[in-house]
């Protein structure tokens, strides 16, 4: 069974850092693009970062650029977000998502990515 658990999700202060984690199983990441969404309550999901499945190209969506670092681990089948300077408005459930021979647009959409984690909390307050 396919499948991508995220982990690392919690409650931080403004200015703190969380690292969020996507396990993959039932499948090796190598030939997949990978991403990082969120969806905050009533509103709709929205990209935050991707990295091709050649590991070439690498983006953020400007709300998070230079904040926000994604990284892939394929040896641990793994990928992160690295997530510092969090703000309040950061505050969604983060999901994670793999698309086989997937690329990574600047303009990062959802529909490409066809495997889904079950989300992560992420909460910035203080």
């Known amino acids: 069974q396919l499948q991508l658990v995220e982990s690392g999700g919690g409650l931080v202060q403004p200015g703190g850092s969380l690292r969020l984690s996507c396990a993959a199983s039932?499948?090796?990441?190598?030939?997949?693009?990978i991403g990082w969404f969120r969806q905050a309550p009533g509103k709709e999901r929205e990209a935050v970062s991707c990295?091709?499945?050649?590991?070439?190209?690498?983006n953020y969506a400007d709300s998070v650029k230079g904040r926000f670092t994604m990284s892939r681990d394929n040896a641990k089948n793994t990928f992160y977000l690295q997530m510092n300077s969090l703000k309040p408005e950061d505050t969604s459930v983060y999901y994670c998502a793999a698309v086989r021979l997937g690329a990574c647009p600047r303009s990062i959409t959802i529909a490409p990515y066809d495997y889904w984690g079950q989300g992560t909390q992420v909460t910035v307050s203080s």
């Open positions: 990295i091709s499945s050649s590991g070439g190209s690498r």
């Open positions: 039932g499948f090796t990441l190598d030939y997949y693009g």
